[in-house]
């Protein structure tokens, strides 16, 4: 096509033919390069849907129909650092990272770092019809350095009750640095006033080990309304930990993820997903 358009252009000029409306480039077929804008949001990222933005060219003799219309993705939030802005915190400090958020030293109780799912977080409901759903994230854990290093993520789910939503249940993953690597484990409660007692419990019964400061966690759960029961796998750097629970209620949607405790600054935590 490219020949053709010169040929066209040196026609037009050897036969006379105004060529004014007929720049002689080869940027696109009719001769024409689009001239554009900057980039347009088009439909805002969400904390686990990409977004999407466009440019269109901004020439007044722009000949397409369509202005020469480029799209590009705009990641989902929780695989950028937007994710920051989707956390909440009390007592505790946490900072916008390079690449999500870094979580700092929390061992009091109802501190650390939580997500609601929302940039709201008066909107403690995120609607979940009980399909097995995998929520995933990874962990910066070099600042892990000494032994018993320590660590725990909580998914809490709501029951709906007078027409509002509140805890029902809640699922937990601890984990800590050894001598030669990690730990982590299912815990099955934690006390805030005794981090020692965690600390064991995480190494007790049932622990899993793995090597590698950048661990992939994973909650895996689906509710069955039937038979009221929880399942889920924790899974932490490939390895899993399987369970069952039976909650109080109907699970109707989930409510956060928390960093319930961290003895150590600046565990960083990012590329947060949901399949
Ligand atoms: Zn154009």
Known sequence: MKKFLTALCLF??????????????????????????DWTVETESTLFEDGKEYRVC????????????????LEADGKTNALFDYFTYTATTCQKGDEGIVLNKNTGNNSGGATYFSKDASVK?????GAETTLSFTLD????????????FVLAFNQESDASYVFVDEIRIGIIKTADGFLFNELTGIDHAN???????????????????TPKVSF??????ETKTLSYTLSVAGQSIE??????????????????QLNKDG?????????
């Open 12 to 37: 037009a000029l050897v036969s006379g033919i105004a060529v004014t409306a007929v720049a002689c480039t080869d940027t696109q077929e009719n001769g024409h390069s689009h001239v554009y804008g």
């Open 58 to 73: 901004t020439a007044e003799d722009c000949p397409d129909a369509d202005k020469g219309r480029e799209e590009r993705a």
């Open 125 to 129: 409901n995120y609607a979940w019809d």
């Open 141 to 152: 854990l070099s600042v892990f350095t000494q032994e018993n290093d320590f660590t725990a």
């Open 195 to 213: 981090v020692q007692n965690t600390i064991a419990a995480v190494k007790g019964e049932g622990a899993k080990s793995f090597t590698g400061n």
């Open 220 to 225: 895996t759960f689906a509710y069955d309304a």
């Open 243 to 260: 369970n069952t629970k039976t909650p109080s209620a109907d699970i109707v949607g989930l409510r956060s993820l928390w960093n319930a």
């Open 267 to 275: 565990v960083e935590l990012y590329d947060l997903v949901k399949d």
